[in-house]
């Protein structure tokens, strides 16, 4: 391949997604900062993209996703579950749910202790702040002037609403905003969704469309990044491969690897950064010792009910009507209304499994949509169920290459249900679920319960079905762990460890795992970087 050696930039950014493009966007604003975002697959112009209802086709799709495969999961009975990652402008805020949910308060505070302060509750909200253009009432938790366009979910069935009414019958309190002074309740989600035509408001969508025409901004699609490129110990630049061949980019001033929680550990290993025993194992030369580059892999496993609906208001009449989906979808595209006009997950819940405990354990997302044999496709029958995920797991896995090749995928190995006490609250949540579908509010609707089954009762047979039927909600963090101490793979200004110009700013930098969704969390990580790394330029 023809090597080229002659592009350079002040800041190169590796990874166009959730943290990528807000650092990309932000650095740009200066005019006399040049930068380089670098994308390792291609544009989201796919009107599947656009619509939030094309995310379950575009997830598994090669062309814009990292088809990764966990390795055999010692807790979920050996099974090798599927872990995709976006490879598209927009990274996995072009293929998620959309749900902005930001965490807890004391999420942030558990960043504080571990990373001192500026990472604590009120100093990462102006950055959430910052990047919002919020649909509804300015408060103190919204902004109403960022790039990032956010709105309240509306019922589309009749079986949202059943739900929130079910929940407060069960003890649950009505939530206004999940993103308020409080998170325990039942309430409607916000989603990444445009204020006009409600399409999908991904990170390229918003910061990148202000920032694209920028003549200081060069954005490289389809560009693999295979490992840094260093003077020494400093971070000079980047090798990829990209449709002109290979290529070396150059920084002048810094590298921002934005690769996410699987592409930034297996990038920095193949740099030479790592556990030195396991990249010699495997013939790649060490540059530094690190040996947490890849450890400290958290996720939030899920696991669903489902039921049949005893009345035609479920969402899986458009299942039975392919003209009337293809008009839902048409209205959803062109026109931002109907059913499909938003993820099918709008009304949620979160509440404690522990009677002596205040934060909230487990997170619902309810579906007015009943899925063929659990999860794939949609069944004909009407019916709803809901998704149930587990939000503080002490479980723990890595990130590891496997070879000197840096195209051939790391090993990933989550380890979920490894610790006995994340079972243990996984079966009280799926028993406290039971519960909300129980409530009076369903009786007119609720049908059979289609899975786990009514036989599932007893501790042995739940265990059995969570680590049967147990699935990534496609949250992983944690795997260059940020802290104030020695061992942590970056410091709080995100600086990697033992290394000069080189940062990482993306959701591997989380020092615990949120309690939500990690879109919102990750964008606000990219926009306080982008702040960090201003603040040295003049």
């Known amino acids: 391949m023809t090597v080229n050696n002659n592009i350079n930039a002040d800041y190169i950014v590796v990874g166009a997604g959730s943290a990528g493009c807000a650092i990309a966007a932000r650095l740009s604003e200066k005019p006399n900062v040049s930068v380089i975002l670098i994308e390792a697959g291609p544009s989201d112009s796919s009107p599947l993209i656009s619509n939030p209802v094309g995310m379950l086709p575009v997830l598994n799709n090669s062309w814009y996703s990292w088809k990764y495969m966990t390795a055999a999961e010692p807790g979920l009975k ?135 025409n920028r003549p200081n901004l060069t954005i490289l699609k389809n560009s693999t990044t295979h490992r840094v490129v260093w003077d020494g110990k400093r971070a000079a630049g980047v090798k990829i491969d990209s449709p002109s061949g290979q290529q070396v980019i150059r920084a002048n001033k810094e590298v921002i690897l934005s690769a996410g929680v699987i592409g930034s550990p297996h990038i920095l290993q193949h740099s030479g950064v790592g556990d030195g025993q396991h990249l010699k194992s495997v013939g790649v030369e060490v540059l530094v ?157 609720r049908g059979s319960e289609v899975a786990p089954g009514g036989g599932v009762q007893s501790d042995e047979d739940i265990d059995n079905y969570l680590r049967t039927e147990g699935e990534t909600l496609y949250h992983p963090v944690g795997t260059a762990r940020m802290g104030n101490d020695v061992n942590s793979v970056v410091d709080p200004e995100l600086r990697v460890r033992h290394v000069d110009g080189l940062r990482i700013a993306d959701a591997s930098i989380m020092p615990t795992i949120p309690r939500g969704n990690t879109n919102a969390p990750s964008i606000m990580i990219g926009e306080k970087a982008a702040d960090i790394i201003l603040r040295g330029v003049q």
């Not at 960022?146 to 407060?168: I, M, N, R, W, Y």
């Not at 325990?184 to 920032?211: D, M, N, P, V």
């Not at 249900?417 to 909300?436: A, H, P, S, W």
């Open 78 to 212: 050996i099974r090798s579950i599927s872990c995709p990652r976006g490879m598209v402008m927009g990274g996995s805020s072009a293929l998620n749910g959309m749900l902005y949910v930001r965490g807890n308060r004391e999420d942030y505070e558990e960043w504080r202790a571990a990373a001192g302060e500026g990472w604590g509750y009120e100093d990462v909200l102006p950055y959430f702040r910052k990047s919002e253009n919020y649909d509804g009432p300015a408060d103190q938790w919204h902004g109403s002037m960022g790039p990032l366009q956010t709105k309240q979910c509306k019922p589309v069935t009749p079986l949202d609403s059943v739900f929130l009414e079910a929940c407060h019958e069960v003890g649950l309190p009505h939530n206004e905003d999940f993103n308020g002074s409080d998170q325990i309740g039942a309430g409607w989600y916000q989603q990444t969704l445009t204020h006009k035509g409600s399409k999908r408001a991904s990170t390229a969508r918003t910061f990148l469309r202000e920032a694209e």
């Open 289 to 445: 010792e690190n040996k947490e580059v890849g450890l400290n892999l958290a996720d939030h496993i899920d696991t669903s009910l489902w039921y049949t609906c005893k009345k035609p208001v479920s969402l899986n009449g458009l299942a039975r009507n392919p003209f009337g989906f293809l008009g839902s979808f048409a209205n959803a595209y062109f026109a931002g209304q109907g059913p499909l006009a938003g993820f099918t997950c709008r009304a949620g819940a979160f509440f404690s499994t522990r009677d002596d405990e205040t934060l909230p354990d487990i997170q619902l997302h309810f579906a007015p949509l009943l899925y063929a044999d659990g999860a794939v496709g949609v069944a004909f029958k009407h019916g709803f169920g809901i998704s149930i995920c587990l939000l503080k797991p002490e479980s723990r896995g890595h990130v590891k290459i496997q070879s000197q090749n840096p195209s051939e995928p790391p090993e990933i190995l989550f380890n979920y249900y490894t610790v006995d006490d994340d079972i243990i609250r996984m079966r009280d949540g799926l028993r406290k679920t039971r519960e909300i579908f129980s409530a009076s509010a369903f009786s007119e609707y």
